[in-house]
T-cell receptor, first 111, second 116 residues
Framework: KQEVTQIPAALSVPEGENLVLNCSFT??????LQWFRQDPGKGLTSLLL?????REQTSGRLNASLDKSSGRSTLYIAASQPGDSATYLC??????????FGKGNQVVVIP | DTGVSQNPRHKITKRGQNVTFRCDPI?????LYWYRQTLGQGPEFLTY????????KSRLLSDRFSAERPKGSFSTLEIQRTEQGDSAMYLC??????????????FGNGTRLTVT
C-alpha cells in the first residue's frame, strides 16, 4: 500500500521568504505526482503535475522536483506572500489508478 | 470549461436519514473519482468510474454507500442510514479520457456533510 508523508505538518514563515515543502512516498512505481493547494473549507486546486519520467515542473513562483528512485518530491515557493497561506497536499498515482494523498503541509505566511 | 461542480455545498442531516450528493465533472472528462476528507487528513479514495462503469470501490465504502454514473456524465453518491462517523467533506474529481498517467485530476469544491 502506498504511504505518502509530508513534512513539516505545519510551518509559518515571514513574507518574502522561500517555502520548501517535502513529500515522501513508499512505492516508487508511480505514474505521476501532483501538488495541490487547499484553502479552508474548499476543494483542491491543482498546482503542478510531474510525470514519472520528469525531474521537475515550474509554474510562476512554484517549482516542484521529483526523485522517483528515492521516493521524494519537494515543492518550492519563491518569495512567499500572505496569499500563499493554505494547506499544500502531495499525491501520487500508480498502477491502481488512485491518487494517494499525504496529510498536507499547513502554511502560514506572516505579513 | 466551468470546472467540476458539486451540489449541495453543505448538508446537515439527522442520523439515520439518507443523503445524496451530485457531481458534474468537466465536460468530456470520462474518468470520475469520489474522495472523502476529514479534518486534518488528506483525501481518502472511495470509488472511481470510467465512463459509466464503476471500476473500483474502496473497502471504506460500506454497503450503505452507493455511487452511480448512469450516462457517463454526472455522478451521484448516496449514503443510506447516515451515521455520525459519515460527517466529512466529500470531494469529486475528474480527468481526461484514458490518459490518467498524463492528465491532472481536477477537483470540485466538495460537499460538507454534518450528521447530527
Amino acid at each position: 500500500k502506498q504511504e505518502v508523508t509530508q513534512i513539516p505538518a505545519a510551518l509559518s514563515v515571514p513574507e518574502g521568504e522561500n517555502l520548501v515543502l517535502n513529500c515522501s512516498f513508499t512505492d516508487s512505481a508511480i505514474y505521476n505526482l501532483q501538488w495541490f493547494r487547499q484553502d479552508p473549507g474548499k476543494g483542491l486546486t491543482s498546482l503542478l503535475l510531474i510525470q514519472s519520467s520528469q525531474r521537475e515542473q515550474t509554474s510562476g513562483r512554484l517549482n516542484a522536483s521529483l526523485d522517483k528512485s528515492s521516493g521524494r518530491s519537494t515543492l518550492y515557493i519563491a518569495a512567499s506572500q500572505p496569499g500563499d497561506s493554505a494547506t499544500y497536499l502531495c499525491a501520487v498515482i500508480g498502477g491502481n489508478n488512485r491518487l494517494a494523498f499525504g496529510k498536507g503541509n499547513q502554511v502560514v505566511v506572516i505579513p | 470549461d466551468t470546472g467540476v461542480s458539486q451540489n449541495p455545498r453543505h448538508k446537515i442531516t439527522k442520523r439515520g436519514q439518507n443523503v445524496t450528493f451530485r457531481c458534474d465533472p468537466i465536460s468530456e472528462h470520462n474518468r470520475l473519482y469520489w474522495y472523502r476528507q476529514t479534518l486534518g487528513q488528506g483525501p481518502e479514495f472511495l470509488t472511481y468510474f470510467q465512463n459509466e462503469a464503476q471500476l473500483e470501490k474502496s473497502r471504506l465504502l460500506s454497503d450503505r454507500f452507493s455511487a452511480e454514473r448512469p450516462k457517463g456524465s454526472f455522478s451521484t453518491l448516496e449514503i443510506q442510514r447516515t451515521e455520525q462517523g459519515d460527517s466529512a467533506m466529500y470531494l469529486c474529481a475528474s480527468s481526461l479520457v484514458g490518459t490518467v498517467t498524463n492528465s491532472p485530476l481536477h477537483f470540485g469544491n466538495g460537499t460538507r456533510l454534518t450528521v447530527t
